[in-house]
Nanobody
């Protein structure tokens, strides 16, 4: 059973920084894509950034130049460095892992989610 556990959320003033971490645990052989999504009150969940096992990244236009996604494949962990935070970045941030190969049975699983971590940016 794969689990994703996020950490690093909190309250920060506009212009400040936060670093989110998400560690995947379980019987994992490999993970293709890991990423971060966010959901603000009354809005749909949206992509923030993704990164493949090879290091290819994709960002939402709203965070380009301010956020940086990275990962440690050996630790099955993905990070999101968030700089120059704005009040509109306030949301629950969710970690996602897609296409996970289970080392116990070589099963390929899709679309795993963490429980979410709150990020609040005050003006």
């Amino acid at each position: 059973q794969v689990q994703l556990v996020e950490s690093g959320g909190g309250l920060v003033q506009a212009g400040g920084s936060l670093r989110l971490s998400c560690a995947a645990s379980g019987s994992i052989f490999s993970i293709n894509t890991m990423g971060w999504y966010r959901q603000a009150p009354g809005k749909q969940r949206e992509l923030v950034a993704t990164i493949t096992s090879g290091g290819s990244t994709n960002y939402a236009d709203s965070v380009k130049g301010r956020f940086t996604i990275s990962r440690d494949n050996a630790k099955n962990t993905v990070y999101l460095q968030m700089n120059s935070l704005k009040p509109e970045d306030t949301a629950v941030y969710y970690c996602n892992a897609d296409q996970i190969i289970d080392r116990s049975n070589w099963h390929l699983g899709y679309d795993y989610w963490g429980q979410g971590t709150q990020v609040t940016v005050s003006s």
